[in-house]
């Protein structure tokens, strides 16, 4: 038997009658000179250490941490995991090495107002409470003979990681296909002319088609008013929450 594990052998048969107090010791003994062929149950056996307490990890440090610091570690795990409630955020911080009780981070946030804040499951694209003028509804919901008679413009957004996008798009009433559109993190006037350009340049429509949409404030303002007389498009706006064309424009997106 090699030297080194004769000589573990022997301090571990003087550490067998050990106090309780000296427990930290055994396990310092049993980590510096337990041989690579002995296991931790053998090694534990020898030296009458039970293996629960080679394992134990004092939590004193978890006692001393105080609610403030704790605030602050679960603002930081909110803010790389902002949809983590009490029971997620406290095995996060069981992971980073904070033995903390659940019933203490439940506490602890409902006192600072760091519960999951909810989701919004859908935006308002439509803000018709405005004193712009309104175009009178020349599209009576038929579809036309021929592309380039009617556009129809509406707003809709798009769940991203960081919250929403929004799209504006432009479809030609006749075919159902996408003459326009633009993207941006902004819902205003600057997409909708966007978008507006962007159908203008790709269709160069003929005078008089017309360009349906409805109330909202961003196709109300003056600058888009005056992009739709420049580029020869008459202008024409459904009436408060009409529902079959707010569906139809809703299944030609779909589409």
Request: hydrophobic share 35%; aromatic share 8%; glycine share 6%.
């Amino acid at each position: 038997m090699p030297n080194g594990i004769t000589q573990w052998q022997c301090e571990s048969t003087s550490n067998r009658r050990a106090a309780p107090a000296n427990r930290r010791r055994q396990r310092e003994l049993l980590n510096r000179h337990r041989p690579a062929a002995c296991s931790v149950r053998r090694g534990c056996k020898m030296i009458d250490l039970p293996r629960s307490s080679y394992y134990y990890r004092s939590t004193a440090g978890a006692f001393n941490l105080n609610d403030t610091d704790l605030v602050a570690i679960i603002e930081d795990i909110q803010d790389e995991l902002p949809c983590y409630g009490y029971r997620r955020v406290t095995h996060e911080l069981h992971r980073r090495g904070h033995l903390v009780n659940h019933k203490r981070v439940a506490r602890v946030m409902r006192a600072n107002g760091l519960g999951i804040k909810p989701r919004r499951r859908y935006v308002r694209t439509t803000d018709s409470s405005h004193d712009s003028p309104i175009y009178p509804n020349l599209y009576r919901n038929l579809i036309p003979p021929r592309p380039d008679m009617v556009w129809v413009a509406d707003f809709t957004y798009i769940r991203i990681a960081a919250g929403f996008c929004y799209l504006a798009v432009i479809l030609d009433a006749c075919s159902r296909k996408v003459v326009g559109y633009a993207l941006s993190k902004r819902l205003d006037t600057p997409l909708a002319l966007a978008a507006l350009h962007s159908a203008v340049e790709n269709r160069k429509p003929p005078q008089g088609c017309i360009h349906h949409t409805d109330r909202g404030c961003q196709y109300a303002s003056e600058t888009y008013r005056r992009a739709l007389d420049a580029a020869g498009l008459t202008g024409s706006m459904s009436a408060v929450g009409n529902p079959i064309t707010t569906r139809r424009r809703k299944a030609s997106r779909r589409r």
